[in-house]
């Protein structure tokens, strides 16, 4: 089955630094990539998706890329700010599946920006 | 966007016990699922739940131990069943919107803690 490995387990940077997220996963069959934004005592929240068939997708100061060939994808979030600071997590996913739409979660990163 | 909601937010239960948690979405659903989030790790799924059906459970859950029921497309409930202090954990249920495509949203979670 999929496995996601995340990297870092913990990032820490400057308000206003760029911070990079990284995944690998080993189902070349996954094609569904979110990435989530868990703050403390609260939900995961979904904050940028990308799907197989796009190398990058932005949202205001995040973005994410994919490489299939390599089986990578990443979070980039530029200008941090302490509101930053959270749990991210990567997850794949193949929708298509029999098992349609279930994740597989990486191992999450924990994000602190400093003021 | 969707609301959706979990009953209870939080219990404190008995080893030996059983608990049944409730996930009510307002929107229209295609796919929901129930995530265990263990004290400070990343999310594992537990099981698709199946309107009508059998839920669809992930290597390593049994039916006996977290039964789920998916009486409507809105409404799901998972029971932790014979509860251990292993058991500790957040439950997530999280769902797919119809007309949302892959998106996947959480319900805000039930902390359960087994003495």
């Known amino acids: 089955g999929e496995n996601v490995e995340q990297h870092p387990s913990t990032l820490s940077v400057q308000e206003g630094d760029s911070a990079v997220i990284k995944c690998t996963y080993s189902?070349?069959?996954?094609?569904?990539f979110p990435w989530y934004k868990q703050e403390l005592g609260k939900r995961p929240q979904l904050i940028i998706d990308?799907?197989?068939?796009?190398g990058e997708k932005k949202d205001q100061r995040i973005a994410v890329t994919l490489n299939k060939t390599a089986k990578h994808f990443s979070l980039h979030i530029t200008e941090t700010q302490p509101e930053d600071s959270a749990v991210y997590f990567c997850a794949a996913s193949n929708p298509g599946s029999s098992n349609t739409g279930k994740l597989i979660f990486g191992q999450g990163t924990t994000l602190q920006v400093k003021p | 966007s969707a609301v959706i909601s979990q009953k209870p937010s939080r219990d404190i239960c008995q080893r030996g016990t059983s608990l049944t948690i409730q996930c009510q979405v307002d929107?229209?659903?295609?796919?929901m699922f129930w995530y265990r989030q263990q004290p400070g790790q990343s999310l594992t799924l537990i099981a698709t739940?199946?309107?009508?059906?059998?839920?669809?459970?992930e290597s390593g859950f049994v039916i006996d131990k977290f039964p789920i029921s998916r009486p409507n497309l809105t409404f799901s409930t998972l029971t932790v069943s014979n509860m251990s202090p292993e058991d500790s954990s957040i439950y997530l249920c999280?769902?797919?919107?119809?007309?949302?495509?892959?998106?996947?949203?959480f319900g805000p979670g039930t902390r359960l803690t087994v003495t």
């Open positions: 739940a199946n309107q009508g059906s059998e839920a669809t459970y």
């Open positions: 929107s229209q659903v295609t796919m």
């Open positions: 999280s769902v797919q919107i119809r007309g949302r495509g892959y998106e996947q949203y």
């Open positions: 189902d070349s069959a996954s094609n569904y």
């Open positions: 990308i799907r197989s068939n796009v």
